[in-house]
């Protein structure tokens, strides 16, 4: 049963609840929303971490194979995403000790870690794809490919960019809003004025 199924139907006439939240349910809900926004986060920092450590590995074997210096660039900027990725994922995480353990802080630290997803996602474009960009463009540059490559390596990427843009649109903004209206009406509720 979702939050808004268990709302108080008011009685227009006496102003008293004809129907109370069952409030262990409640809380049982935002916990779990609480927990899918962490799982999220954390399903989306691991596995870029593992792609981008998985092309740093495949691309030194690669380049100590084949003796070719564009893999080496490829690791380079691999490793440097992988920097920045940590880096982002120790500032989020220390971030999130400054919400306390109310039900309200908790859902002002998924609508926090749903707004990292956002930004992420956002810029994906500057810290994933434009290094990864570059490095293809100069490591194809370097020898002769057809063009059916070109067309399909770009397409790759234009696919990514908008994977990453549906993403944001379609699953992170309205999780947003979900949990944005979720935290308002709790606010706005009596009975959850000590949550505050």
């Known amino acids: ?15 008293k ?3 109370a939240i069952d409030e262990k349910s409640l809380h049982n809900i935002v916990k779990r929303k609480i927990k899918a926004a962490a799982r999220k986060v954390n399903t989306f920092e691991y596995g870029m971490i593992a792609i981008t450590v998985f092309v740093t590995i495949f691309s030194i074997v690669d380049g100590i194979r ?6 080496f660039l490829t690791a380079i900027a691999a490793i440097g995403i992988t920097v920045y990725l940590i880096i982002h994922r120790r500032r989020r ?60 390596i770009a397409a790759a990427f234009g696919l990514a960019y908008a994977l990453a ?32």
């Open 66 to 71: 084949d003796n070719s210096w564009n893999d």
């Open 93 to 152: 995480r220390r971030s999130e000790n400054r919400f306390g353990q109310s039900l309200i802080d908790g859902l002002n630290n998924a609508i926090a870690n749903i707004d990292y997803l956002i930004k992420q996602g956002t810029t994906f474009v500057w810290w994933y794809l434009l290094p990864f960009g570059l490095v293809t463009l100069i490591s194809m540059s370097t020898k002769p490919n057809p063009i059916w490559v070109w067309g399909l």
């Open 165 to 196: 843009s549906w993403e944001v649109r379609r699953m992170h903004l309205p999780k947003k809003k979900s949990l944005e209206a979720l935290r308002s009406t709790l606010m706005q509720d009596q009975d959850y004025a000590d949550l505050r």
């Open 17 to 19: 609840p004809m129907y």
């Open 1 to 15: 049963m979702e939050f808004e199924e268990m709302k108080k139907i008011w009685d227009s006439q006496n102003n």
